[in-house]
């Protein structure tokens, strides 16, 4: 067990001083002054050093494991982004710099822009946005200001069940109505549902391409004119865009508005969680409502354009996570075109020679092909008092991060995988067997290790509804 | 230059257990003909030394400048430990620990964390992090809004702009009144008299920025009171510079409901103010209306303290429309930063003199500026100023 700061807190060496050429014997008014302690620790260089390298090891990456995990592309975070973005000359820039002497950067934002464009088949995109569920709402703030410019009001969002979380949260935060849609069983739209539920108040539908279950929805051209008929827009969840690059454009599909996860599809890392960067695309008529400032190019100088006065106005501080940015621009420089057409081929060649490997001994509710990811049902294996999150369990003893479980909703007893294209056959080879021996060997005649699972983590099973019970969530 | 890794042996094998003679069949399917594009035109397949060349020149466009510009964005001093402990590729290419058998380092540190957060403001429960700053401040509104079902913000004018601005964005299609509150043309600050005359029943809280814009620490106590005062139900929102809490009355000194602010100055680089972290903290009763992941101690099966995401049924991936707010990916990698940041200052009497080495610099600065030509005082009164 490592210990917490507050534990290791000693009257040692500090790990960090202060200069002292300053006076700090200044007066603070009594009314203003703080009274209370902070108990903040004191802790030596080494012992934060090995504290912090212990806690790291405790957990699992991409550069210690396999993440089967979809939904999230775990793809491999290039080392060339970081280095390059610890250049002291990206990240020691201040905001309100007068913007000649940050071109190098604007040059950045603008360029990616424009090659999100081309990759997406949108006409402009805002980088601001720090993740893809900020994305989203920022997308559906879009959506509300046109229509309310057009002078119409439309209420409703329509959001699939086989959705991710985010859609319909966004779409409540932006203050509209979510109506949801039952999916077919592989995820895909019913037509003849989703003209039902089309009435002349709905903004738009969100849809994810390929869908939750790595569907592409062949019928997107005609769910596209419906919706328009409608004088609908179509939002374009961006979170799959690693199974289309260079191969089809949500712009061609007819989206109006879609948002790219920068931590996903273009190989800028999760950091446990963020930050990330979910950059905003429109078509056209809707550009005036984007997010200022924009970034122009006057002549050949880069220039902030904070003159746009239908703008939603902005949806955070500053520019947007810009080293999350410059990473996703480094990937998209070392890839170019046909690399990243290369990336998407491989991710779905991947996907599918998995599936091939499990198609024929488990359910497969969207059918024997997929697109970058495919979801199994485990419903009719699970024996022995075995539940899904067991097996993922089991998969972390034997080294591997767990897929993505009970997701889609949808599907019962949901295991969501996605290798990403920098996985290796032998990599995907050994997690077939492994996968395939936890269910057909070790559930009949050792479901015990299952149930036991995890014994090879540094900490065993644990309990989270006592947590959630009564929560410790502090020191 | 790409990082697949299949040879020409692999593809072949992998084909032929799918069943299929080349990968394009597997678009060629469902992807009507009309869709698929022949080419983008996207520049690139650099090499990492080409790569290297290509962005240090367009480094060079960019100048490093001492920087002043405060608004926010600091350009503190950061520990190596820093860097080294953030640069562990075990904490920045691992993901999400929704697992948490697999991601105890992320876990633990995002706990002590929280608890270094709440040691700051002397608040009850702090998240996991938000994105920013101008964020956090937008979620501490919808959390009052959710509490306390009025119709009225009060925000002080004096809150940094661009945060007003993305609470403007925010708040467009809520029929919520938002209210700027004038700040004192002499002292640049709040005050009491403004809150006793604008506070009423129908508000839900009290919005104040302390250093303020302007750099002027506000005397929070006085205006927490005279809003609980006014309307006991109204809120009061403290926005706060954590390094500042060292030596300034802390949220829980002034009864504040909620405390949020921007983590930057906690060992984050400036990064054109986009690396940032926001912070919130909260009472112990509106834990439940959190907006975001929080982690929690537990135990594990061997009676091992452990630690996991909690609470989670406040969040999109369990309740979607319904959750308190559409956050998932937050900025964890830099409250790791944060967390390091604030560990080895030597404990509280150091970082009381971390927080006055910068109240003293900034007056230095303000009172040597004030003599140059050209440049004088915004406000004339007796004024206390921090950074801005």
Known sequence: MEKLLNELSSKCNSAYKLNCDTETDIEIPENLKRKSDLGLPNISEIDLLRHFTNLSRKNYSLSTCFYPLGSCTMKHNPLINERIAKNRAFNLIHPYQPTETMQGILKIIYNLERDLCEISGMNCFSLQQAAGAHGEFTGLLVIAKYFKSIGQKRIHIIVPDSAHGTNSASAVMAGFNVIPLKSNPDGSISILKLKKILTPDVAGIMLTVPNTLGVFEKNILEISKIVHKNGSLLYYDGANLNAIMGIVKPGDMGFDVMHINLHKTFSAPHGGGGPGSGPVGVKTFLEPFLPVPRIKKKKSKFVLDYEKHNSIGRVKAFFGNFPIILKAY???????????????????????????????KITVPAGDKCMHEFVLSLKSLLKNNIKTVDIAKRLLDYGYYSPTIYFPLIVEEAVMIEPTETESKKTLDLFINIFNNILFEEMSKKPHKIKEAPVNTPLKRLNEIEAARKPVLKW | ?????????????????????????????????????????????????????????????????????????????????????????????????????????????????????????????????????????????????????????????????????????????????????????????????????????????????????????????????????????????????????????????????????????????????????????????????????????????????????????????IKGGKATSNICTNSSLNALAGCVFLSGWGGDIEFKNLAKINVSKARYAFEKIKTLNGFKSKFHDNFFLMNS
């Open chain 1, 330 to 360: 480094v990937y998209i420089k070392s890839l170019g075109a046909k690399g990243l057409k290369n990336a998407s081929e491989q991710a779905v060649l991947n996907a599918n020679y998995m599936l091939s490997k499990f198609k024929n």
């Open chain 2, 1 to 317: 230059m790409d990082f697949t890794l299949q040879n020409k042996k692999d593809k072949h094998d992998m084909l032929k257990a799918i069943g299929i003679k080349n990968i394009k069949e597997l678009f060629d399917l469902v992807i009507q003909k009309i869709l698929k594009i022949k080419k983008i035109n996207i520049s690139g397949g650099k090499t990492e030394q080409e790569l290297l060349n290509y962005f240090s020149n367009i480094a060079l466009t960019n100048k490093v400048l001492t920087s002043f510009r405060g608004a926010g964005i600091y350009d503190h001093f950061i520990p190596s430990l820093v860097g080294e402990i953030i640069g562990r590729s075990e904490f920045w290419t691992s993901y999400t620990p929704y697992q948490a058998e697999a991601s105890q380092g992320t876990l633990q540190a995002i706990f002590e964390y929280q608890s270094l957060i709440c040691a700051l403001t002397g608040m009850d429960t702090a998240n996991a992090s938000l994105y920013d700053g101008a964020t956090a401040v937008t979620e501490a509104i919808l959390l009052a809004i959710r509490v306390n079902k009025k119709n009225k913000i009060l925000i002080s004018s004096a809150l940094h702009p661009e945060y007003i601005q993305t609470i403007k964005t925010y708040f467009e299609n809520y029929s919520i009144k938002i209210i700027f509150l004038p700040i004192s043309k002499k002292k640049g600050n709040i005050e009491k008299s403004i809150i006793d005359m604008f506070v009423d029943d129908d508000t839900i809280a009290v919005i104040i920025q302390s250093p303020n814009y302007f750099g002027v620490i506000e005397d929070m106590k006085t205006l927490s009171f005279a809003t609980k005062l006014k309307n006991k139900k109204s809120m009061f929102i403290a926005v706060v510079n954590p390094i500042s809490l060292a030596i300034f009355q802390s949220p829980s000194e002034y009864d504040a409901d909620i405390a949020v602010g921007e983590g930057q100055s906690l060992g984050i680089t400036m990064s054109v103010g986009g690396n940032t972290c926001g912070f919130m903290t909260v009472k112990k009763t509106l834990e439940w209306k959190m907006p975001g992941r929080i982690v929690g101690q537990s135990i594990d099966k061997n009676n091992q303290r452990g630690f996991v995401l909690t609470l989670q049924s406040r969040e999109q991936h």
